[in-house]
């Protein structure tokens, strides 16, 4: 499995971006699927975005679509999630999680390997 750490998180007013980073360490990292998660007070964690192995297809939740970016450079063995117009309601922590499969899911229960989690907070 991978040992992922993000960074990146932190407060931000409304409209405002943030650039979350999930770093992997461990084996082969290019040949893992990528998503992100979200999970806020009280709520189930969130599907938030995901990437295949070689950063060529990517998903989004809906409402992330629009406003929220995946990449990934395997060289760094990093994957990056731009969140712009940033809204309260993306307040949460932010996890990064991959699983063994070039094809990315958007179900928690896929992914293998999971990282602590970044605090986003959004104030309006």
């Known amino acids: 499995q991978a040992q992922l750490v993000e960074s990146g998180g932190g407060m931000v007013q409304a409209g405002g971006s943030l650039r979350l980073s999930c770093a992997a360490s461990?084996?082969?990292?290019?040949?893992?699927?990528v998503g992100w998660f979200r999970q806020a007070p009280g709520k189930e964690r969130e599907f938030v975005a995901a990437?295949?192995?070689?950063?060529?297809?990517?998903a989004y939740g809906d409402s992330m679509k629009g406003r929220f970016i995946i990449a990934r450079d395997n060289a760094k063995n990093t994957v990056y999630l731009q969140m712009n117009s940033l809204k309260p309601e993306d307040t949460a922590v932010y996890y990064c999680?991959?699983?063994?499969?070039?094809?990315?899911?958007?179900?928690?229960?896929?992914?293998?390997?999971w990282g602590q989690g970044t605090q986003v907070t959004v104030s309006s």
């Open positions: 990437i295949t192995w070689n950063g060529r297809s990517t």
């Open positions: 461990g084996r082969a990292f290019s040949v893992f699927a």
């Open positions: 999680a991959a699983r063994t499969s070039v094809s990315p899911s958007v179900d928690a229960h896929d992914y293998a390997s």
